[in-house]
T-cell receptor, first 111, second 112 residues
Framework: QKEVEQNSGPLSVPEGAIASLNCTYS??????FFWYRQYSGKSPELIMS????GDKEDGRFTAQLNKASQYVSLLIRDSQPSDSATYLC???????????FGTGTRLQVTL | KAGVTQTPRYLIKTRGQQVTLSCSPI?????VSWYQQTPGQGLQFLFE???????NKGNFPGRFSGRQFSNSRSEMNVSTLELGDSALYLC???????????FGPGTRLTVT
């Protein structure tokens, strides 16, 4: 059973702080990894993708991948109240046409 | 570019009935995947179509089926609805060499 594990939270961080979200996966053949943000009542929105070991930065977001440890993380710098949402980690095969999702981490950014 | 569209947005059906949901992918995207999202199970993969062929399938019973048309639009069908089929059904599209899947707004199905 391929699994993606996330802490359900809530993770509470003050405005302006760095939020760190973590994810582990069990299938060693996974090659592609994604972070989605989902606001309550809305559909998931793709925010980051990462395929190689190391860091990938996009604006306030940094995704980190460690395939040896089967670990993916997302850092959100200068957290804003609008970042309050559930963050879903997903792992896919080479084509990433079939994604396995974690249950998500709820992030709360407090004023 | 227009995003992924799904119709209808909301459906209420009775147990035992069948339902068809529709998805139009982002222009140029040939892969369409379907997911079921429930509070208890989260997001679960149903199936994926590429060039009118089912390329991947999740662990759902045969009551769940789908198809894709030559214009990449896709439909999924659920027959003999059960109460447990109540969920948000999400369609996502992507390019062949995926850089991520883009989700539509979903269809909220309620089975009574």
């Amino acid at each position: 059973q391929k699994e993606v594990e996330q802490n359900s939270g809530p993770l509470s961080v003050p405005e302006g702080a760095i939020a760190s979200l973590n994810c582990t996966y069990s299938d060693r053949v996974s090659q592609s990894f994604f972070w989605y943000r989902q606001y309550s009542g809305k559909s998931p929105e793709l925010i980051m993708s990462i395929y190689s070991n190391g860091d990938k930065e996009d604006g306030r977001f940094t995704a980190q991948l460690n395939k040896a440890s089967q670990y993916v993380s997302l850092l959100i710098r200068d957290s804003q109240p609008s970042d309050s949402a559930t963050y879903l980690c997903a792992a896919g095969d080479g084509t990433a046409s079939k994604l396995t999702f974690g249950t998500g981490t709820r992030l709360q950014v407090t004023l | 570019k227009a995003g992924v569209t799904q119709t209808p947005r909301y459906l209420i059906k009775t147990r035992g009935q069948q339902v068809t949901l529709s998805c139009s992918p982002i222009s140029g995207h040939r892969s369409v995947s379907w997911y079921q999202q429930t509070p208890g199970q989260g997001l679960q993969f149903l199936f994926e179509y590429f060039s009118e062929t089912q390329r991947n399938k999740g662990n759902f019973p045969g009551r769940f089926s789908g198809r894709q048309f030559s214009n990449s639009r896709s439909e999924m069908n659920v027959s003999t609805l059960e109460l447990g089929d109540s969920a948000l059904y999400l369609c996502a599209s992507s390019l062949e060499r995926a850089e991520g899947q883009y989700f539509g707004p979903g269809t909220r199905l309620t089975v009574t």
